[in-house]
């Protein structure tokens, strides 16, 4: 893994918090969130409903955003036995275990379709999770609910208009992986993409007014090596896809593994919605 200079911000957080203390690759990722709390703009004693916490990485820069007197709460299909290295159980047991844990309750295998709660958050945030969603559909009925549940939504994604070539290997390798789940079928962290103006449009038909968009800088992540390398695993898993899809898909091969290069990750677009 290529070494990251960390920042203030992010070594202030880990002195603080004793996280991820001998993690570099938590390290790492939690500096992109703590940067995404800016693009946010989520403020201290703010009530947050995030979808899709994952690891929790984004979960712990929500909490020490919004204070003592805030508080996170967090939604993910997936069960506490999903995901490796450390399983999502063991990621959060470690963060409730934390002085943030008393600020983050975690619900697993929870939809928002079937969570139900009687409070109006500040805010939804959903960072790097609407690519778990399969159709549009599914995605624009998450939101319209959210409509009903939050005064505002914070998304952030892959930004699908890279900037430079070092990024194209992570643009090939995401249509890759959902080719593969549309196609062969799993549930990986891709089931589809989507690029940042249909999100934009699904927010708008569902009643929110973009107010803020951008970009934040996630070039240096690891998630470019990680996709690659899942991708490069199940190509003969492609065999008995149709054949136009085989030449789709043997085309990305070809671009994601014209060199080995250090590939960069995508950066990530933020919208701030109301």
């Known amino acids: 893994m290529t070494f990251v200079e960390l920042n203030s911000k992010t070594t202030t957080f880990l002195s603080k918090y004793k996280l991820f203390e001998t993690d570099k690759i938590q390290q790492v990722q939690l500096q992109h969130r703590l940067d995404l709390m800016e693009a946010f703009e989520v403020k201290k004693g703010m009530s947050v409903l995030e979808i899709g916490f994952g690891q929790g990485d984004t979960s712990v820069a929500l909490a020490d955003t919004v204070g003592d007197y805030g508080k996170v709460i967090g939604i993910d299909i997936a069960s506490r036995d999903y995901g490796a290295p450390l399983t999502l159980g063991q990621a959060t047991d470690v963060i409730k275990s934390s002085v943030l844990g008393e600020r983050i309750t975690f619900h697993f295998e929870v939809d928002l379709e079937s969570f139900e709660s009687s409070e109006i958050f500040d805010v939804a945030v959903l960072s790097h999770s609407s690519w778990y969603f399969k159709r549009p ?18 998304l952030a994604e892959w930004d699908l208009d890279f900037t430079h070539i070092s990024q194209r290997a992570h643009f090939c390798a995401a249509s890759i992986l959902a080719l593969y789940a549309n196609f062969v079928g799993n549930d990986g962290n891709i089931q589809n993409v989507f ?24 070039s ?7 996709e690659k390398s899942y991708a490069n695993s199940i190509r003969k898993e492609f065999a008995n896809v149709p054949s136009m899809i085989q030449t789709l898909v043997t085309s990305y091969y070809e671009l994601m593994n014209v060199s080995n290069e250090n590939e960069k990750s ?9």
């Open 220 to 226: 240096y992540l690891q998630d470019a090596q990680w």
């Open 137 to 154: 559909e599914d995605l624009l009925r998450y939101f319209k609910k959210l409509r009903r549940m939050t005064k505002c939504i914070c």
């Open 266 to 274: 995508l950066n990530s677009f933020i919208l701030y919605a109301k």
């Open 195 to 218: 690029h940042k103006e249909q999100i934009r449009e699904l927010l708008e038909k569902s009643g929110f007014q973009i107010v803020k968009q951008g970009m934040v800088d996630a």
